[in-house]
């Protein structure tokens, strides 16, 4: 299993609402959340992000193509209201020679855009209101004030997983990975508070840039209806903050739109040169390719020389991860140092393909934000942002209810095809919530074939938990 971007000691984050409807013609107020880092931080850390999404993601080099979504976020980006405009922000645009339906925009400016989104677009208004929503996590500066909610940390030791979390799946993990704090999961995705903010002020920018607010609420449903098996990332990654149709549309009915653009040629134009371009890869494929390039740690197979495993040892050894939980493995299993989870795996048992780390044998564990104070629908939304990273992962049929360090939780066991060897694993799912309402979970992963040896070890690891709030 791909490890994930997971934290290793996070405390509860509770996030205000700064919507408020208000007097201005109706229109609701959208004010950005407190922040503790400065403007030129955040064009600092979306411009090392870049580079390194730059170097994991194909870029389109196509002139006609970059400069036509040029266009539309130079006229965006204008219609940014001036208390949000940021004179250090440095906005640029990229598309992404993918085929998901997918968008991202990195803090201080970069953003990038899927090909697969401008294809299935029907109007220019759709592809401009998926920018629209990403400039507007941007303009509220949503990405350092999520790290702003991680006040034990310094801004090195959350910021790629926040960021890692803004991209999201496979090169967002990849990013993720350059922290020595593992926030993936704390940071998964924006909250369904900032996303609210993001469709409201993403509307009001639409309309005074010329484009109908009414097409983002209409992209969203093409994303749903367009993509494909597993779900569309970008809504995986941009939870629903609930009726987002609607409210989305009311909102529009209060906006005055003017000065629209009428060039739908030029839309029509662009379409038709991306299909008569050959067939964008998947993300996935995309980024497994390029890491097959670098071969040094890897085997004759593309994947990573993985030795055989020790079996568990009989003696066990305890530690203690921060102020949160402790935790019992077997001796001969080591927690592996300056990644983004805290995993238990023997030797031969875990290694790096490209620059994500993997492991067969062994169990991870950490804590989860959790907005929806339900155990259940936590659970799910955990798995879902796991598959992320592990598209063979199984959906869960069900789960037993269990106890957890003396509470209530989940279990459930999901098969996947392992990255590392290609064969077929188990993967042994643990939650519950703690006091603070967020999701601790811990996973147990070994190979099918050898799964009924290490159960009992994954239950017995699950019994020694002891939370300490």
Known sequence: ??????AKAIGAYTIAAWLSAAALAGQTVVSAPPNKYTPQQDVQLGREAAQQVSQQLPLLRDDAVTSYVQNI?????????????????????HVVNVREINAFALPGGPMFINRGMIEKAHNEGEIAGVMAHELSHVALRHGTAQATQATKYEIGEVIGSVVGAIIGGRVGNVVAQGTQFGLGTAFLRFSREYERQADILGTHVMADAGYDPRDMASVFRTIEKESGPGGPQWLSDHPNPGNRYDYINREAQLLRVSNRPHDTAQFQSVQARLRSMSPAPTTEQATRNGAGRNTSTRGTSG???????????????????????????PSNWRELPGNNAVTFAPEGAYGSMGQESVFTHGVEAGVARNETHDLRTATDELISSLSQSNPRLSRPSGY??????????????????SDATGEEERVEVYTTLLRDGSLFYLFGVAPRGEFNDYEPIFRRVASSIQFAR
């Not at 940014?80 to 405009?85: A, K, M, T």
């Not at 037993?400 to 095809?417: P, Y």
């Open 1 to 6: 299993m791909k490890r994930t971007s997971r």
């Open 400 to 417: 037993d209810r269990v106890s957890l360090g003396r509470s209530s939780s989940l279990r459930t066991v999901l098969s996947n095809v």
């Open 303 to 329: 994947r990573p020389a993985l030795g055989r495993p020790e079996l568990p040892s009989s003696r066990w050894a305890t530690f203690d991860e921060g102020s949160l939980f402790r935790i019992s493995v």
């Open 73 to 93: 976020g130079d006229r965006l980006v204008a219609a940014i209201p001036g208390e949000l405009q940021h004179p250090e922000f440095q906005y640029t645009f």
